[in-house]
T-cell receptor, first 112, second 112 residues
Framework: AQKITQTQPGMFVQEKEAVTLDCTYD???????LFWYKQPSSGEMIFLIY??????QNATEGRYSLNFQKARKSANLVISASQLGDSAMYFC?????????FGTGTSLTVIP | NAGVTQTPKFQVLKTGQSMTLQCAQD?????MSWYRQDPGMGLRLIHY???????DQGEVPNGYNVSRSTTEDFPLRLLSAAPSQTSVYFC???????????FGPGTRLLVL
């Protein structure tokens, strides 16, 4: 079974609008971490946001927030007020024990 | 503070050749890891290390060796390159197991 599932291969959003990128995960561990990374066309991996499994509040970092629903095992990324520079691949990832698992990514295109 | 550095940026190998991908970090991070990124498959963990002298296998370890003689360096060795190892390789590090990972710029490897 896939550890991380991202069901949206591609998404489009109008500039200044909000967008939600979906991520579900599969683990039986109680302690784990959830991450989102951005990969622009230049190729580097940029850390966006982190949520620990014991964190009760949703993580926020500027325009990024993580909608953490533990019972549903989902960790969706919400980007508010989209900018043209947000166009990139977005990867959801989970750390389980010493292993780290990535989803297949969502390609986000921001339309002017 | 250079962060995570990787060399070379790009390499072409012939089938059967060996080479070492270098990775170094200057942040005194305990945890270091190697990933490969293939189209449509996200990042997959090859090997990781939780400290000097300690390494373990990730999801796709076959064909790769690692060692960790110092905190700073974590080289990845391909003993006999195969076309299936054509990929982009990322090294990453974090202070502790559940902490955020920071990625190097990547090495693009082509095996002919």
């Amino acid at each position: 079974a896939q550890k991380i599932t991202q069901t949206q291969p591609g998404m489009f959003v109008q500039e200044k609008e909000a967008v939600t990128l979906d991520c579900t995960y599969d683990t039986s561990d109680q302690s784990y971490g959830l991450f989102w990374y951005k990969q622009p066309s230049s190729g580097e991996m940029i850390f966006l946001i982190y949520q620990g499994s014991y964190d009760e509040q949703n993580a926020t970092e500027g325009r990024y927030s993580l909608n953490f629903q533990k019972a549903r095992k989902s960790a969706n990324l919400v980007i508010s007020a989209s900018q043209l520079g947000d166009s990139a691949m977005y990867f959801c990832a989970m750390r389980e024990g010493n292993q780290f698992y990535f989803g297949t990514g969502t390609s986000l295109t921001v339309i002017p | 503070n250079a962060g995570v550095t990787q060399t070379p940026k790009f390499q072409v190998l012939k089938t059967g050749q060996s080479m070492t991908l270098q990775c170094a970090q200057d942040m005194n991070h305990e945890y270091m890891s190697w990933y490969r990124q293939d189209p449509g498959m996200g990042l997959r963990l090859i090997h990781y290390s939780v400290g000097a002298g300690i390494t373990d296998q990730g999801e796709v370890p076959n064909g790769y060796n690692v060692s960790r003689s110092t905190t700073e360096d974590f080289p990845l060795r391909l003993l006999s390159a195969a076309p299936s190892q054509t990929s982009v390789y990322f090294c990453a590090s974090s202070y502790a197991r559940l902490e955020t990972q920071y990625f190097g710029p990547g090495t693009r490897l082509l095996v002919l």
